[in-house]
């Protein structure tokens, strides 16, 4: 098979070193912080009603192999990717002109505009975006080379940041503690793992965005982070928040986003203050808010939900990520620069080489409306054969919503045909197979696996507000990468949603 | 009350506020490793078969009150202490004759000796101790003013070290991260919270003396943590662990007790090598031993134990601790000293101020044989009015053995006088009494509580071999501190028991 590019790995454990192996992985992902709240599944909540307890998150027990010059593209192209859909969302008029192909179909695409609308009519009052973006992909082996392709950017929420960096530390920690045999050396060493601070460099966007905000502000300010509640994935987060605080000395509070409106009040400058139910005595100024929440439509399944989201994006902190970079993250907008033939990427990138750097990592995307491109996608997804080779994906962000393969045609006859534009259908990557052996819950699955690379960008910008078109950026930098592993049996690559677990990259030239 | 030093303290928490102190503290510990394995009691273990769930060690909401000319003088006196034991390791006649009191009586103390003469019948293969001692005081009023009375001295396997230092840095999050009230302030600040490092203290004493080992071998070596198995208190040991190999670049195994004969060998140069069974063709020479286990009679149940314990102690591996330094750590020791009127002591404190400073911190204790001073013990055991006013204390290390108050004299009454002289009495401290919160599994205590700390403290030297005296002390230091608060009801202090809460200590100037 010509994707199969990576060498036999990894080798074969005795039960003597797979017992060890587990062993230093339960212990020192809990010493760690590479952890998550059991689910329901495994831990009955009346046996826990505190929430007390805590289980490793899912792991490989071996770093994945990942081709060297893959990850260095990966990671070199990442502030050309902050800077673009940076500059996607200084052209309000082309952003507009995209979501509206999808917003009258598409409910949520549709709230989120109409709140951008609403708020460009009062006028934004706060010209500074926050982006901590992701960009993921995989290996896609063309006449036995390997290519980036991506399979999405994460404009809002981007996840497992606190965790990335604990699990490369954590196959950091088996390969000097002795745990992995001899026959891995070679595969695995020191130089081979790359460093990967995600960690501090998600924290250093938020501190940055914080100290922009506070150089005009004489309150006593903290950044917000706008949760889901429960969140089980809280580590994850909290190694962030700690972060923030100890390295860049930022406080920063939790909110879930249903308690917004409760506790946060829009001042008549249209700042917003924090007022902390466990401290009523003591009002902070928000310097950034930073949304964990509100991405998918079922956040939103409150009464006041787009009232609470309006009212944030009126007030004068930086939002991370705003409405429109928000909006920038829709299926449509990769779509739209990821069909073949597509010109609209050159009118955000300027620099030829990059330009093409750029449109390389892209996969074949089609819309799914009724234009000639549309129509021959149509054509590729009823057809069960050509299906095969396809996912059609809805706008939304996070894992569970994407319709694979032989699925396509009968999903597309089960809903009306008028709903068909707010997807779009995009060619499955078919990445190199190897083998891994993935820790959850204590269980272990061995078998052959497939990876997804994420790579974290943080960005802050100025969008000229009281113009349709404009802005500049103030600081564009990488913070570090995600490696997500699944058995090559499933689909989806989201391990929150159960099915993958965090590794991270042994770097090989292949 | 005229033992009532402190200020009240800590203020009352809003129900908010406990919910939000309560939900740091749940996360914090987790994220960076204050954590033990979950009692039976709390997770069945047919509900986790695979040991993966972790639940927060048992802490204080508020580090507690601590007079600080007390604290300044547990940790400025702990090198004194160091080298005190040490001395004492270098008189064998002297120890030698105080453990001959006991030995008939204590099988444990008995069994520990003849293992002590067999080496030094055949020669002593190694003339480096390791100490890593816990010397631990709970606070005495006189005269409204506050001092420290010893409890105990710790010479094997004094554990929370790992722990420790998380513990003071988790009440330093709760204040940065602005969970306390206001009016705390004052009591306490980043200033009131003295550093901790325990954790990289304790490494770098194995570290010390497996450098010193090293210099002499070119095998490729490792230290050998000597455990229990299972351990709930595993983070405890890790944390220390992972230390060791982080900050010192030393590899070390763990290795339970009972399987120490079948994975070790005493070459016949005497050196002790370990073949770890996950990677049987890799050979480990032993710099250092380091019990976490062998303290406990239960430990000595199987069929090899004593076998297994000469063995290690006949190798030239430097031991954590060496069998004298074990028993150096006999409450008959701590007894001869601290008895009224002893002068004991001057053999081995030369310095007349060191000397009046290491003296002031015994509490009065007394043996229970029938010399003048232990008869006079008897009559106040046996009595239950004066009984109430102390504690009996067998030889054993670790928490539960003790026999408090009233229930003295019922207790001597059920064993036979003959094995009396074993126990010593001691007079019962009466820490000043303070308020805190103690969160449990998630379980939640509020009310009156005693503190007691422990001052940990690393040792390294030499016992001059073929001599029955003499020695040089090669290195000691200070290693952080641990305070270990309980409900005023208990009287065990021991956390892994069930019993207590990790603390820290907030100074105050009473």
Not at 55 to 71: C, D, G
Not at 472 to 497: C, F, P
């Amino acid at each position: 098979m010509s994707k199969d590019i990576y060498p036999s790995y990894p080798p074969t454990l005795t039960e003597e070193r797979k017992k060890f192996i587990l062993e230093t992985v339960r212990d020192w992902s809990i010493a760690r912080g590479l952890a998550v709240r059991p689910p329901p599944s495994f831990v009955d909540p009346k046996h826990d009603p505190t929430g007390v307890l805590a289980t490793s998150a899912p792991v490989t027990l071996f770093p994945s192999l990942f081709p060297r010059s893959a990850f260095n593209e990966a990671t070199s192209i990442q502030k050309a990717y902050n800077e673009l859909y940076a500059a996607i969302t200084m052209d309000k008029g082309w952003l507009q002109e995209i979501v509206s192909e999808i917003a009258g179909i598409d409910e949520f695409v549709g709230q989120l505009w109409s709140v951008h609308e609403a708020v460009a009519k009062e006028g934004y009052a706060q010209e500074l975006n926050l982006g901590m973006f992701r960009s993921d992909y995989m290996i896609h082996v063309e006449k036995g080379k390997p290519g980036l392709k991506q399979v999405e950017f994460n404009t809002i929420a981007s996840s497992f940041g606190g965790l990335s960096s604990q699990v490369s530390s954590l196959h950091k920690h088996l390969l000097a503690s002795h745990a992995y045999p001899d026959e891995i050396t070679g595969a695995v060493t020191a130089e081979s793992l790359p460093p990967n601070p995600s960690i501090s460099g998600l924290a250093s966007g938020l501190a940055a965005a914080h100290r922009e905000y506070t150089a005009k502000s004489n309150r006593p300010t903290c950044v917000l982070f706008v949760v889901q509640d429960p969140e089980r994935n809280i580590f994850d987060q909290r190694l962030i928040e700690y972060a923030l605080l100890e390295e860049a000395k930022v406080p920063s509070f939790r909110l879930p986003f249903a308690e917004t409106l409760k506790h946060t009040r829009l001042e008549s400058d249209r700042s917003l203050t924090y007022t902390p139910p466990h401290s009523p005595e003591k009002t902070y100024e928000v310097s950034v808010v930073y949304y964990r929440a509100g991405y998918a439509p079922t956040d939103y399944e409150w009464p006041e939900a787009w009232e609470a989201r309006l009212y944030l994006e009126r007030s004068s902190a930086i939002k991370c990520p705003s409405i429109l970079t928000h909006l920038a993250g829709c299926k449509k907008v990769q779509q739209v620069l990821a069909t073949p033939g597509s010109s609209h990427l050159q009118n955000f990138i300027k620099d030829t080489l990059e330009l093409q750097r750029v449109r390389e990592t892209f996969a074949p995307i089609y819309p799914f409306d009724d234009s000639a491109t549309g129509t021959k996608a149509r054509e590729l997804a009823l057809n069960p054969k050509t299906a095969a080779h396809y996912v059609l994906k809805p706008q939304r962000e996070g894992g569970g919503n994407n319709i694979y393969r032989k699925a396509i045609p009968d999903f597309l006859k089960s809903i009306p045909e008028t709903q068909w534009p707010a997807y779009i259908l995009m060619e499955m990557i078919e990445p190199p197979p190897q083998r891994n052996t993935i820790m959850r819950n204590g269980d272990v699955e061995e078998g052959g696996v497939i990876c997804e690379i994420g790579v974290y960008g943080v960005c802050l910008w100025r969008i000229a507000s009281g113009e349709q078109k404009g802005g500049e950026i103030l600081h564009s930098a990488n913070a570090g990468y995600l490696l997500r592993t699944k058995g090559d049996q499933s689909e989806e690559g989201g391990v929150a949603a159960g099915f993958g677990a965090m590794d991270s990259c042994s770097l090989v030239d292949v």
